[in-house]
C-alpha cells in the first residue's frame, strides 16, 4: 500500500471531472459542488454538535462502531423496499458520475472507497435518506413503529438529530435520482419534497406549492433545501392576502444608515422581550420566514413582528450546523439563519422573555420548560457575526432604539406598564386617586365652610 501510494501520490487530492461537465461550468463546480467540513475552529469543543451519533451517511464518518447498528439496518431496508431492477439502475447512474460524488466529498480517493465500495454506501444511505423522508411525511406510523422496535426509542431520537449534521449529507441530486427511479412520477416526486420541507419546516404539509427553487439552481443537500425554505418561502407558500402584504419586508427600501449613525446604534444595548414590553412595543407573529422580521412604531406604542418557530431537541444541532454551512469556504449565502439566531439571542435573556414569545404565539416548544428554550439559543454559536452581512437587522434595531429613546412615545406606555398590567394595580391606583381627590375636597372645605 505505502509503494502504490509514492508511485500516485496525486491521487489523493486530484479527481478527474466527469465528461458531462462542460469546461465553462468547472468554476461553478468547484464553487458550490463541494460539502466541505466542519473547520476546526468552529467545532472546538463541539464535537457532540458537529458529529453524528448514532447514524453515519456519506464517507466523512463512515465506520465508527457506534453506527454498526443503524449500518445494519441501512441494510435491510435497502434489500425490502427497493426493487432490484431500481438498485441495479440507481447503481449505473451513480457509476456513470462516480467522479462528481468524489469532487463532492473534497476529492475521496480510490484509497479508501472504490467505485463499486462508494456506490455501495451511496445507496444505502440515500435509501434510508428516503426511507426517512417517507416517515415524515405519511400518514401511516409503520415505517415508525418498524424503526423504533428495530433501534429503540432513544437511539431513533439520535438518529433523526443525525440528519441535521451538515457532515452526514448526501448530493442533493442523488436524493432526487433515487425518488425518481422509486416513484417513477415527477410530479409525484416533487410534492413529496413539498410534503417534506412543508411538515419539517413549516409545520404544514400543504404549505409549499412547489420547491422553492424552482427556477434557481438546486440545493447541494438538505441542510440547504431546509436552509432555502425557511427564507426565501414566502413567494411560493399558499396564504391569505393579510399575510402576503405582511411578507413586505419594510427595510428594503431604507437607505443605509450613515457611518455616525450606525456607530451609535452599534453602542446602543439592544434590550430583551420583557423590556421591550415596558416600552409599549407589542410582539407579532409574522410568518415562518426567517427574514419576515419587521418593526413598526406608532404614536404611544410599536409592534415588532417576529417569525415563528417551534423548539425541538434538534433545534440547537439544525441551527448549529446550518450557520456552518453559511460560513463554509465559497459558499453563496447572505448569513440570515446566523442574522435571525444573532437577534433572537438578544430578544431572549431569561425564561420571561420566552414566556411573552411564546403567549403571542411567536415561540412554541416541545422542551421540558422555558430554561431550555432560553439555553438553547444561547448555545447556537454565531461566531461573533452581526447582523450588517444578512438581511437588514441593523435598520429594525436603530429603529427600535429610537422609540425606546423617545420619551413621548414611551411615557405612556411605561405609565400603563407600571400602573395598569395587572387588575389589582389599576384597582389600586384608582383607589389612590379616590382618596387624594377626597383629601383635597376635605381641605378645601375646611378653609372655605360653606
Known amino acids: 500500500m505505502g509503494k502504490e501510494e509514492e508511485a500516485t501520490p496525486q491521487r489523493h487530492v486530484v479527481v478527474e471531472i466527469s465528461s458531462e461537465v462542460e469546461a465553462e461550468s468547472i468554476t461553478t463546480l468547484h464553487r458550490r459542488q463541494i460539502l466541505h467540513r466542519v473547520s476546526p475552529q468552529l467545532r472546538e469543543n463541539k464535537k457532540h454538535v458537529y458529529d453524528p451519533v448514532v447514524l453515519s451517511l456519506g464517507p466523512y464518518h463512515h465506520g465508527g462502531s457506534q453506527f454498526r447498528q443503524t449500518e445494519q439496518l441501512k441494510v435491510e431496508i435497502t434489500n425490502t423496499t427497493l426493487d ?88 442533493f441530486w442523488i436524493v432526487k435520482l433515487l425518488i425518481d427511479l422509486k416513484i417513477n412520477d415527477k410530479d409525484e416526486g416533487e410534492a413529496l419534497l413539498c410534503t417534506f420541507l412543508s411538515n419539517m419546516n413549516l409545520g404544514d404539509n400543504n404549505r409549499l406549492t412547489r420547491v422553492p427553487w424552482k427556477d434557481e439552481e438546486e440545493p447541494l443537500h438538505l441542510i440547504e433545501a431546509h436552509r432555502i425554505t425557511l427564507v426565501n418561502h414566502e413567494e411560493i407558500v399558499a396564504t391569505s392576502t393579510q399575510r402576503r402584504r405582511s411578507l413586505k419586508f419594510k427595510w428594503t427600501w431604507r437607505k443605509r444608515p450613515s457611518p455616525s449613525s450606525s456607530f451609535e446604534s452599534d453602542s446602543n444595548a439592544f434590550r430583551s422581550a420583557t423590556d421591550l414590553k415596558a416600552k409599549g412595543i407589542h410582539f407579532r407573529p409574522s410568518s415562518n420566514c426567517l427574514k419576515d422580521i419587521r418593526f413598526n412604531s406608532y404614536s404611544f406604542y410599536g409592534e415588532l413582528y417576529l417569525p415563528i418557530w417551534f423548539v425541538t431537541n434538534n433545534s440547537k444541532v439544525f441551527f448549529s450546523n446550518t450557520i456552518a454551512f453559511e460560513m463554509s469556504p465559497e459558499t453563496d449565502t447572505n448569513f440570515d439563519v446566523a442574522s435571525y439566531i444573532n437577534f433572537m439571542k438578544a430578544l431572549i435573556e431569561n425564561p420571561k422573555d420566552v414566556k411573552e414569545l411564546r403567549e403571542k404565539g411567536i415561540l412554541f416548544s416541545s422542551l421540558v420548560n422555558d430554561e431550555e428554550v432560553v439555553k438553547m439559543f444561547q448555545e447556537v454559536d454565531t461566531y461573533s457575526h452581526t447582523s450588517d452581512y444578512g438581511f437588514n437587522l441593523q435598520d429594525v434595531t436603530m429603529r427600535i432604539n429610537e422609540h425606546c429613546s423617545s420619551k413621548a412615545k414611551t411615557w405612556m406606555a411605561e405609565l400603563i406598564y407600571t400602573y395598569f398590567r395587572s387588575p389589582w394595580t389599576a384597582i389600586a391606583l384608582l383607589a389612590a386617586t379616590f382618596l387624594l381627590c377626597l383629601t383635597f375636597l376635605q381641605t378645601f372645605y375646611t378653609m372655605n365652610p360653606v
Open 84 to 171: 432490484p431492477n431500481v438498485r441495479g439502475l440507481f447503481r449505473c447512474k451513480i457509476l456513470d458520475r462516480i467522479d462528481e460524488i468524489r469532487f463532492f466529498y473534497g476529492g475521496l480517493s480510490t484509497y479508501e472507497f472504490d467505485d463499486d465500495a462508494l456506490a455501495q454506501m451511496m445507496l444505502r444511505d440515500t435509501c434510508f435518506l428516503l426511507y426517512y423522508i417517507e416517515i415524515c411525511t405519511q400518514d401511516s406510523n409503520g415505517n415508525y413503529n418498524h424503526v423504533v422496535h428495530r433501534l429503540g426509542l432513544y437511539v431513533v431520537g439520535l438518529m433523526f438529530c443525525d440528519f441535521f449534521v451538515l457532515e452526514n449529507q448526501i448530493p
